[in-house]
């Protein structure tokens, strides 16, 4: 495993770097640079870069106008080491952020999207400057702001285990602000890549599984088709095997320990098809 720290591509690179599958993983809302999960792809004989894409060193601090083209830089740098295949992983913010880049590049061969969302969100956390509020979109591109739905200030979510439960905000919110969701919706049917969506039923976060189900419907209507996997028990904390990340202790997330590793099982079989 080595450092990559270039003026465009910040992460860890692990695993074979020649001629073979090339990974991009991102991790999510946490900010955790998801060393251990690359390292999962690459004993599959990957090229596995977990890129830390906000909260480092000259980055957003909050995910807050995140440039796409800070992805599409991580796919520049997969292809000159000669990887043939581009495959991104990415969970929650994460596959927000990896359904985008396939979106607006089409040298990704396939995208592993887990617990993502179908809309583009606002900022979580400060961008650049320290604000965090108002609201600006999560993502840029050419310089550009992204269309977002924001959410509801004034929405209080229900607590779940002494933890908010913020789903029904992400609900709420793409009802008030219903007139926003088409210009803010990931355009799936426009990326060339293969599309795995991993959901479950029980995300107490955010309503990945109801975000999934847009993206397929919106596919199907172009004459596509993507992969949905979910169960009804898990929440938004999928386990790939041998993975045992804790729960946060800020927000809800659902499931339990069983049931988000059996949807992890089911994931990590078609996963391991794509690459």
Request: aromatic share 6%; proline share 5%.
């Amino acid at each position: 495993m080595r450092r990559v720290e270039t003026p465009s591509v910040t992460g860890w690179l692990t695993g074979e770097t020649r001629g073979r599958t090339g990974v991009v993983v991102l991790g999510g809302s946490s900010g955790r640079v998801d060393v251990s999960r690359a390292e999962l792809f690459a004993a599959q004989g990957t090229a596995a870069l977990a890129l830390q894409w906000f909260g480092g060193p000259g980055q957003a601090q909050g995910i807050c106008e995140i440039p796409i083209e800070t992805f599409i830089a991580a796919t520049d740098h997969l292809a000159a080491l000669d990887c043939r295949r581009i495959v991104y992983v990415g969970t929650s913010k994460g596959a927000e952020a990896a359904l985008l880049a396939a979106v607006h590049d089409p040298r990704i061969d396939a995208v592993i999207a887990i617990s993502p969302s179908s809309v583009v969100w606002g900022n979580i956390g400060p961008g650049l400057d320290g604000i965090s509020w108002p609201e600006r979109s999560s993502w840029t591109l050419g310089g550009s702001a992204l269309p977002f739905v924001p959410a509801d200030p004034t929405f209080k979510p229900p607590l779940r285990e002494n933890l908010k439960a913020y789903r029904t905000l992400f609900e709420h919110s793409l009802s008030r602000f219903e007139s926003l969701v088409e210009t803010a919706t990931i355009r799936i049917e426009d990326a060339r890549a293969d599309t795995l969506l991993v959901a479950g039923g029980d995300d107490a976060l955010w309503p990945s599984d109801r975000f999934a189900e847009m993206l397929v419907a919106r596919a199907h209507a172009a004459g596509r088709t993507i992969d949905y996997l979910t169960d009804p028990d898990a929440g938004h904390r999928v386990l790939l095997p041998g993975e045992t990340t804790k729960r946060s202790s800020l927000h809800a997330h659902g499931g339990s320990d069983v049931a988000d590793a059996r949807l992890g099982a089911m994931a990590w079989d078609h996963a391991v098809a794509i690459l």
